[in-house]
């Protein structure tokens, strides 16, 4: 029994049956009839007051109605009722014989005998419960209990809608860790804790912004000391050890570059317009083979998405050096899925530990520093991809591939499925 609704269910179900089984049984004892003993008196008094008459008259009181018989009425006898007729007989009239009996029909017929041998054969009015009463209370407690089933699932889920919509809320958490605005209406404690993971999600997108401005501030702290080395670099006289000085500050120019680049993108809003990924991705594709980079295009299906495209191109960029780099090759597709356009980079390298898969996106987050010196970068790439994909409500995922790669996936939501809403 794992979901709360379900719980909420059955303790319904259980108070509600328990409450009318413990009523029921209280009222049944409060509203019984008297019990035989005590009403059979009246019915004795009349009884013998009739069998007087009877003997009396016999056709006096057959005229009246009274049935005189030989014998007395058939069907079983009723013993303990019997019994209290005849203790009350005794009583009121001195001893006489009387036999209560039950016909098949559940009413009950005394029969009186006579000082003359016949016997004074009387219909009584019920007593005590009727022969049948459990299967009236079977029915009673089957509907109790259907009835109190639906009226339980019926609460539960009604109790449990909002909090199953924050579970959803939750469990959509944005990419950079942001939940999407959770509606802040229900039942307090619902509405208490909406407002809370609220303030929750939009102090993690302040600390994700404040930090992406802190590294593109280094960046830019950095580019002034950067220019006077590299006036002095100029000045060394050794050709070779000048080359390697300038080289590196050619390197950490472009670390700066990428992480000014962190927050640039997401200041410039790049003007939103219709763009053809399969053609930027044809671009990249053209370009980086320029380089001589391991870059190959396969499936490029037409997709126009609405994004900017300049920031575009960056992302799909950084990704497929990655993949042609840290990955070895990189395969590249574009297909639709539904209403997305989807871009698949796939690689043949060693793929990322996947207990770290989930840090790719991080600033500065390299596996190995000692194995990837060859590749200059300070670990912004994959950082700036997903800013720009996510600022135009795409999505990015990356996984490993079996046996081995990377397979880097980013979707945008197409532009006709965009405009149809
Ligand atoms: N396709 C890939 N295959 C294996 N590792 C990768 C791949 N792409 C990225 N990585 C790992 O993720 C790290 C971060 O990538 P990125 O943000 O682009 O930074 P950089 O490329 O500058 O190191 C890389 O240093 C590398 O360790
Ligand atoms: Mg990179």
Redesign the pocket.
């Known amino acids: 029994m794992r979901s709360l609704g379900a719980r909420l269910a059955l303790l319904l179900l259980t108070a509600i049956v328990l409450v009318v089984i413990s009523s029921s049984f209280v009222a049944s004892l409060v509203m019984r009839g008297p019990r035989p003993d005590m009403t059979i008196d009246g019915t004795a008094r009349q009884l013998a007051v009739l069998a007087t008459f009877a003997e009396k008259d016999r056709a006096m009181a057959e005229s009246a109605g009274l049935i005189v018989a030989p014998m007395p009425a058939g069907g079983p006898t009723d013993e303990e009722l019997s019994h209290f007729l005849t203790e009350a007989l005794l009583r009121i009239s001195g001893m006489r014989e009387a036999i209560i009996s039950r016909q098949s029909t559940g009413g009950l017929i005394a029969s009186l005998k006579l000082s003359d041998g016949n016997w004074l054969v009387m219909p009584m009015g019920p007593h005590g419960p009727p022969p049948d009463g459990w299967k009236v209370l079977v029915g009673w407690l089957g509907l109790i209990i259907i009835g109190s089933v639906l009226v339980s699932i019926f609460a539960a889920s009604k109790i449990m809608k909002p909090l199953r919509l924050l579970e959803q809320a939750v469990a959509a958490v944005n990419p950079d860790g942001t939940l999407p605005h959770i509606p802040e209406s229900g039942p307090g404690e619902i509405r208490a804790t909406a407002q809370a993971l609220n303030g929750l999600s939009a102090r993690v997108k302040a600390a994700t912004e404040s930090r992406m401005r802190l590294v593109a501030a280094a960046g830019h702290d950095l580019r002034t000391p950067m220019t006077r080395m590299r006036l002095r670099a100029e000045f060394i006289r050794d050709e070779d050890e000048r080359r390697k000085w300038l080289a590196d500050l050619e390197e950490l120019d472009r ?1 700066a570059d ?1 992480a000014i680049g962190l927050v640039r993108e997401e200041i410039s809003k790049d003007s939103l317009e219709q763009v053809r990924l399969d053609r930027i991705v044809e671009g990249i594709v053209t370009e980086l083979k320029a380089i001589d980079m391991n870059v190959k295009s396969g499936d490029l299906e037409q997709a126009t998405i609405c994004a900017g495209p300049l920031a575009v191109t960056r992302a799909l960029r ?2 497929l ?8 090759s ?1 395969t590249v597709t574009v297909t639709h899925l539904g209403n997305r356009a989807v871009v698949r ?1 796939i ?1 043949t ?4 530990p996947e207990d770290r898969l989930d840090q ?2 991080e ?7 000692a ?2 010196r060859s ?11 997903r800013e720009i994909v996510t600022r135009f409500e795409g999505e990015i995922t ?1 996984r490993n591939r079996q046996p081995r ?2 397979e ?1 996936v980013v979707s945008f939501k197409s532009a006709e499925a965009k405009a149809a809403g």
């Open positions: 670390i990428s950084n990704l050096i990655n993949a042609a780099t840290h990955g070895q990189a980079i690689d390298g060693p793929g990322i790719v996106f600033p500065f987050f390299r596996i190995d520093i194995r990837q590749f200059p970068g300070a670990g912004l790439g994959m950082a700036i991809a990356v790669g990377l880097q």
